[in-house]
């Protein structure tokens, strides 16, 4: 199956953040299913959704809600809530294969781990319809053009 797919399909190593390879409105839909959040800091995810906004025709992203109290990577509620360092600390407590990281790949985990506000969501998607999927509270929001 994976040879079929290799002579159908082109793979692509890339940067979301940079795609200058590729020229605006080269794509028909860009698809960004819960990735915007592990692309690092406030201005790589700016970039990452401005380069997708650029190349796609269209596109549906979605985002974990930083609203919902279960954090959906670690799967402990409130730890997204809480600083770096306190969030590291906890992990470790309760997911033993986190623990036997190192404290780099441990740091860098939780870093690239950043659920978004609705606020923030919208900052990075303006001029999109968006909406939050909701079980009581907001659990991931979605932006579509």
């Known amino acids: ?21 590729f020229s605006d ?13 592990h692309v690092g800091n406030w ?16 596109g549906w992203f979605q985002a974990p809600a930083f609203e919902f109290p279960l954090e959906q990577h670690f799967l402990l509620p409130f730890i ?13 407590l309760f997911r033993p294969a986190f623990k036997a990281m ?14 978004l506000t609705r606020a923030q969501f919208s900052a990075l998607l303006p001029d999109t319809d968006r909406l939050s ?6 659990k991931s929001h979605v932006a579509i053009w």
């Not at 999927?133 to 907001?138: K, N, Q, S, V, Y």
Request: charged share 30%.
């Open 25 to 37: 409105q080269s794509f028909d839909i860009v698809v960004c299913n819960s990735v915007i959040e």
């Open 80 to 92: 997204h809530w809480l600083a770096d360092p306190l969030q590291v600390c906890i992990i470790r």
């Open 133 to 138: 999927e909701r079980l009581l509270f907001p």
């Open 102 to 115: 190192s404290v780099d790949d441990q740091y860098m985990a939780v870093y690239h781990t950043r659920p």
């Open 1 to 21: 199956e994976e040879e079929s797919l290799r002579k159908t399909v082109n793979m692509i190593t890339g940067d979301a953040r940079g795609l200058s390879m």
């Open 43 to 58: 201005l790589d995810m700016r970039q990452a959704a401005d380069e997708a906004r650029r190349v796609g025709k269209r």
